[in-house]
């Protein structure tokens, strides 16, 4: 039966970047890494390295989400020979280098192991840094990128953006709200910066916000007045709240 346990190391407070690690390890072992942001396509991995061609002995999962209500495809990652360690960044904080490292150590010793990233490019950044620093070998790390097919929307002059709680900043020409906010040194969450994860979603609570499309927004969300910041670009002054979700 597969093993699923919740990661205890806490790695700070900030809600960031969501990022999982899986291990395949087989005749010829094989690792890998993916985030929330991008489950299909590791869940697909997953199916097919479980499949009886493909000899994989084991898979190690290191699976990061903000809760558990919110694992994506939490029924399917029970098959055997499935290992599945989970990290959830609402209560332990985004996972970074250091936790990815940790999590590598616990792993048992498998020679020819192959490393599949995937990922918002900052997660994949620490995963990379990780193994490097545990000594596995550049041509052994494989990285999947996924980016937004939304059309860019962007700022056609200045406008002020208040954060509730927080402090304002002015969104410029070419810069996302998103952009601003963490130019202005404010604890703006985000994740895969391209409209697909929601991490950046907030409650616009005045003023008027274009988006790129397509998002990840729901038509409820949208109903009570979600926005995403990092693809979001004020068309009027605007005012928003960050939301505990």
């Known amino acids: 039966m597969a093993t699923s346990s919740f990661s205890k190391s806490a790695s700070g407070t900030a809600r960031g970047p969501a990022m999982n690690l899986w291990v395949f390890t087989s005749t010829v ?3 890998s ?13 997953c199916r097919t390295m479980m499949s009886a061609s ?6 190690a999962l290191l699976y990061c989400s903000r809760s558990a209500d919110e694992v994506i495809f939490a029924d399917e990652l029970t098959a055997d020979r499935l290992a ?10 985004r996972l970074d280098a250091s936790g990815v ?15 599949y990233l995937c990922g ?15 000594g596995v070998p550049a041509d052994r ?47 703006m969450p985000f994740s895969c910066t391209v409209g697909s994860c929601g991490d950046c979603m ?23 007045g979600y926005i995403l910041t990092c693809v979001g670009c004020p068309l009027a002054p605007v005012i928003v709240r960050l939301t505990d979700r």
Not at 205 to 218: F, I, Q
């Open 54 to 59: 493909c000899f994989v002995r084991r898979i």
């Open 29 to 31: 072992k094989r690792m």
């Open 84 to 93: 599945v360690t989970h990290h959830l960044t609402r209560d332990r904080g």
């Open 141 to 187: 790390v494989h990285r999947e990128t996924y980016a937004s097919a939304a059309e860019p929307t962007t700022v056609v002059a200045p406008q002020e953006m208040v954060v509730e709680g927080m402090g304002s900043v002015v969104v410029e020409p070419g810069q996302t709200m998103l952009d601003a906010g963490l130019a202005a040194g404010l604890p």
């Open 33 to 45: 890494s993916a985030a929330s942001s991008g489950a299909a396509t590791w869940v697909s991995g």
């Open 101 to 115: 490292h940790r999590w590598l150590t616990e792993q048992p010793p498998a020679p020819e192991v192959q490393y």
């Open 120 to 134: 918002p490019e900052a997660l994949m950044d620490e995963a990379t840094t990780a193994l490097t620093k545990y």
């Open 202 to 224: 907030v409650k616009l609570k005045a003023g008027d916000v274009a988006m790129s499309e397509p998002n990840c927004l729901t038509p409820e969300q949208r109903a009570d």
